[in-house]
């Protein structure tokens, strides 16, 4: 089992709504990706952080938004919720470019 | 444009066959190429990456760059190994791009 966690594990918003989807990552682990993966497909990148910066995005609007934190915890925020939404949002964190990324248990969000 | 594609959403086998699942990509540069898998109820872990030459277990895949094919297979399937399996490629320090997946349900 590996050390990545997210939180919450399920949630409901309604749409319009203003959501935050956390992680913790791997200790030592400086990149952390955010996938989103709506049912029956496969995960969709959303961006990745190294280091608290975004070093890399998905095609996803911007109102789907992160934040890195010094102590390996991250961030997922999506303003304005729309329907699509709704979905399982992984994360995955990695130690370095060459590293395997280990993936989160993910939060499973329903937009109403 | 990067792509994945699985063209099998579910392959149904008996314990024993054998398996194989299809992985074909288009990607810019030389990518890695891994295989996840998902369990039930389990998180979605990396079963084998190309680089690494390794048998997972019992699975292997070959990469082969002029048909640009991954195909992931097994000799003899168990039952265990029914799940979800994710063709990825990936340029080091970038973000996996997963194909569809292929459920391998095996039936004894």
């Known amino acids: 089992e590996t050390g990545v966690t997210q939180s919450p594990t399920h949630l409901i918003k309604t749409r319009g709504q203003q959501v935050t989807l956390r992680c913790s990552s791997q200790s030592g682990h400086n990149t952390v990706s955010w996938y989103q993966q709506a049912l029956g497909q496969g995960p969709q990148f959303i961006f990745q952080?190294?280091?608290?910066?975004?070093?890399g995005r998905g095609n996803f609007p911007p109102r789907f938004s992160g934040l890195q934190f010094p102590n390996y915890s991250s961030e997922l925020n999506v303003n304005a919720l729309e329907l699509d939404d709704s979905a399982l949002y992984l994360c995955?964190?990695?130690?370095?470019?060459?590293?395997?990324?280990?993936f989160g248990p993910g939060t499973r969000l329903l937009v109403l | 444009a990067q792509r994945v594609t699985q063209p099998e959403k579910l392959l149904s086998v008996f314990k024993g066959a054998p398996v194989e699942l299809k992985c074909n990509y288009s990607y810019s540069g030389s990518p890695e190429l891994f295989w996840y898998v998902q369990y039930s109820r389990q998180r979605l872990q990396l079963l084998l990456r190309?680089?690494s030459r390794e048998s997972i277990k019992g699975f292997t895949a070959d990469l082969n760059k002029g048909e640009t094919s991954f195909h992931l297979k097994k000799p003899f399937a168990q039952e265990e190994d029914s799940a979800m399996y994710y063709c990825?490629?990936?340029?080091?320090?970038?973000?996996?791009?997963f194909g569809k997946g292929t459920t391998l349900s095996v039936s004894s």
């Open positions: 995955a964190s990695r130690g370095g470019a060459q590293e395997t990324q280990y």
């Open positions: 952080y190294y280091r608290e910066e975004e070093n």
């Open positions: 190309h680089i």
């Open positions: 990825a490629p990936n340029q080091a320090g970038t973000a996996l791009i």
